[in-house]
């Protein structure tokens, strides 16, 4: 059974700084494309980060380019998330998410993806 799992979150003044991690228990870890997403209260679900399988490949929403990196490590089955900046409306659950699509795409559709964690909360005080 596939299995991700999303550490990291917290409660930080804005302009701080977070880390969040995303396990997987995926064999093939190094062959899935690995994306962010985030659901504020009250909103839908929203794209924040994708990363390729080949980890060569990046992309970002328009709301946390500059300020947000995704990378991964393969030895560790593991897809991160680094955030800096942070402001109140950065305040959502965070999930990853993954797919095992075409090498080297980037997916931004949250439909395109197979698996996902169960969230981690990032609260951004002002």
């Known amino acids: 059974q596939v299995q991700l799992v999303e550490s990291g979150g917290g409660l930080v003044q804005a302009g701080g700084s977070l880390r969040l991690s995303c396990a997987a228990s995926?064999?093939?870890?190094?062959?899935?494309?690995m994306g962010w997403f985030r659901q504020a209260p009250g909103k839908e679900r929203e794209f924040v980060a994708a990363d390729s399988s080949t980890g060569g490949r990046t992309y970002y929403a328009d709301s946390v380019k500059g300020r947000f990196t995704i990378s991964r490590d393969n030895a560790k089955y593991t897809v991160y998330l680094q955030m800096n900046s942070l402001k109140p409306e950065d305040t959502a659950v965070y999930y990853c998410?993954?797919?095992?699509?075409?090498?080297?795409?980037?997916?931004?559709?949250?439909?395109?993806?197979?698996?996902w964690g169960q969230g981690t909360q990032v609260t951004v005080s002002s």
């Open positions: 995926l064999r093939t870890f190094s062959t899935y494309a």
């Open positions: 998410a993954a797919v095992r699509g075409v090498v080297g795409a980037i997916y931004r559709d949250e439909y395109q993806y197979d698996y």
